[in-house]
Nanobody
Framework: QVQLVESGGGLVQAGGSLRLSCAAS????????VGWFRQAPGKEREFVAG????????NYADSVQGRFTISRDDAKNAVYLQMTSLKPEDTAVYYC???????????????WGQGTQVTVSS
């Protein structure tokens, strides 16, 4: 089992940047693929980015492609989401999740953090 804790959220103006962190504890973190998801008020939780167990493969939602970058540091048991050129529509609670494969399907992830709020003002 693995426990996940997100951090790094906050309030930022449109066009700004934030880096989210996902810290893991428990079983060997490198055994898991990791995904970032987000959920805005009144909307479904949606996939943002994913990274494979090896870190060699990444995938992104079309809405964040070219603006967000996912990376991992297994020595620190952490995954990061660097977000640039933020838009008001990026406002949501962001969650990291761990699973066997970095798909865009939320039900492929067995472990979830509690989320961190990102608010982008216009």
């Amino acid at each position: 089992q693995v426990q996940l804790v997100e951090s790094g959220g906050g309030l930022v103006q449109a066009g700004g940047s934030l880096r989210l962190s996902c810290a893991a504890s428990g079983r060997t973190f490198s055994s898991y693929a990791v995904g970032w998801f987000r959920q805005a008020p009144g909307k479904e939780r949606e996939f943002v980015a994913g990274i494979s167990r090896s870190g060699t493969r990444t995938n992104y939602a079309d809405s964040v492609q070219g603006r967000f970058t996912i990376s991992r540091d297994d020595a620190k048991n952490a995954v990061y989401l660097q977000m640039t050129s933020l838009k008001p529509e990026d406002t949501a609670v962001y969650y990291c999740a761990a699973g066997e494969v970095a798909t865009s399907f939320r039900y492929d992830y067995a472990y979830w953090g509690q989320g961190t709020q990102v608010t982008v003002s216009s």
